[in-house]
């Protein structure tokens, strides 16, 4: 018998191609109670028992972690559906994660359900339920049958229906047996049946020197947790880039993703000028007025780090803990020509498939991202224009300002001197944008922020993936 980190994988079936499956991580659920694992089952993969209730079991369960050797996979396939033959299905809400030989060179295939949406997905969330009933009654029937009913009453005490086979009722309703459900996080994902996803979307009103606006942001989790991550994104992008982040957080935190002034959804300002960090801390100030935090923590990436740092280094602020992506208070001037050179461009595509190649060209130093998430990230930045074309969503006149912007590092540093909360500091190893010497300064002095690098990623880290949001997790909950 082996340990989950030991199991000998031969993935075979992700060897043959983007013909046959397309290579995809599981989007983790930010809630598991695992109920029950069977150990004949385990047996068959050469799985030591007590693994299974294990905490890497649970996190490989939930999609947050995943074995060494795994490779996961959407698979492709054709056949019939619904009486007519259909030439490309595939699986739209469950990942091969790999195939697992056993000492009696028996091959397994090891699946997740419900692993979260893949390009085969259509108009569903890649979500499944589980349907407990009849397991519930089947086990509680054994059980009676060896008199063993100290355990018939431990299963017949469970609510009647802790996740149901009807859409919504996805929410745990009662007290959890310990030794029945080990809780990880806590947002049901069956929440996304309601409205655009888990998520809510709500607008607030903010005022900058030529009059009012509204700035749309997404609202996860509880709306009356008063425990609050603000989650605040770059130059060019929107509050959507942390659906991942967020809907990891969403049980132990409300998060609160904004739309900066003329991106996404929130309203174009009147006067380009108006784009500058006094309008965005104003905004931001507003946003925190109305959350009503008694905690709040915040993740900024380049320009939303920029913002936090402003924030958290105010006398009396209420950030508690701060995470800083890939940005600091020396930004190196190749970076600023590199993003100067599309920002502000306005290009106009015929396709949104035109318009995803310009993101992936513009935003190559994201990394290696799945097609998946281009495709979101693509979306998600889209706005289709009267005429059917497509254009980036945000005002180009962000350009503005940020051409004429002037070297602030002098104040950056006094304000990151300041700071007194814990920081996280996230790099891309291959980031032009923060240079490693900067990054080692900013551990160096001020809050003497934990620095931590990801390989073969620039600026910057998009948050998308379990190594990458695990680290900030575990920092927010701590």
Known sequence: MTSLAGMRFDNHLARLGSRFSTPLPPTPLPELYLVSANPDAAALIDLDPEQLHT????????????PPGSEPVAMLYAGHQFGHYVPQLGDGRALLTGQIRNARDKSWDLQLKG?????YSRMADGRAVLRLRNWLAQRAIER??????TEVDRLLALPRRPFDDQPGSGEYAGPAPADLFVPAVSCSSYGRRMGNGTFRERRLDILSPHGFSAMHYYEWGD??????VICVHGLTRNGRDFDALAGELCGRFRVLCPDIPGRGKSDWLRDPNDYVFATYVGALTALIARAEPESLSWVGTSMGGLLGIALAGQPGTPIRRLVVNDVGPVIEPSALQRIGAYVGANPVFATLAELEAHIRFVSAPFGALTDAQWRQLSETTARQLP?????LGYDPDIAVPFRAAQDQSALLWALWDAISCPVLLLRGARSDLLARATAR???????GAALLEFPDVGH???LLDANQIAPVAAFLRA
């Open 144 to 149: 009676a049958q060896q008199k063993d009913f």
């Open 55 to 66: 905490p890497e079991f649970v996190g490989f369960l939930r999609g947050g972690w995943l």
């Open 441 to 447: 300064e900013m551990s160096a002095r001020g809050p």
């Open 223 to 228: 709306p009356a947790n008063r425990d609050v």
């Open 460 to 462: 910057a880290p998009m």
């Open 387 to 391: 005429d059917g074309r497509w254009a």
């Open 115 to 119: 692993a979260g949406t893949t390009p």
